[in-house]
């Protein structure tokens, strides 16, 4: 197991247990009608459980894609677990060596707020490997457009 794998088994393990030790005041008090933070993190675990990733379908009904922050912030965060997990895009047949990248596309590949979701999660990643700033070689990547 490298550095990256330990840190992120580690992380995994840290996110489960907050996601077990919830007290049950806090679990009476929240009885909600639509799925919450806490539902889609538990989503987001049996997601990295599986021995291969969901589809991407999968991922935007179970998580969500849009701009509500209950429809981005896990896919975000799912976005970054994912890139600690897989080197590949079901869609590329090249890994993408940088865990970043992997991340900022994975989110991208999810579709609906793109900009909101794939920025949250590539600051997560960058924090997390500790990128400086975006690669300048990688923005070709990115496609500048103008808003409806």
């Not at 679990?27 to 675990?45: A, G, I, M, N």
């Not at 991407?56 to 600690?84: M, Q």
Request: charged share 25%; with cysteine.
């Amino acid at each position: 197991m490298n550095l990256v794998e330990g840190r992120a088994s580690s992380l995994f393990e840290n996110l489960k247990q907050f996601m077990h030790h919830s007290s049950y005041k806090e679990k009476e008090f929240l009885k909600p009608v639509e799925p919450t933070y806490c539902d889609k993190l538990r989503v987001t675990l049996e997601f990295l459980a599986r021995s291969q990733p969901p589809t991407r379908v999968e991922v935007i009904e179970r998580l969500g894609n849009g701009n509500k922050a209950l429809d981005s912030v896990p896919t975000a965060i799912y976005s970054f677990l994912y890139a600690t997990k897989y080197d590949m895009l079901p869609e590329m047949s090249t890994p993408i060596k940088s865990p970043v990248l992997r991340c900022i596309f994975h989110a991208i590949s999810l579709g609906g707020e793109t900009d909101t979701v794939a920025s949250m999660a590539g600051a997560i990643a960058g924090a997390y490997w500790v990128i400086p700033k975006f690669p300048m070689k990688s923005s070709g990547f990115v496609k500048v457009g103008r808003r409806r």
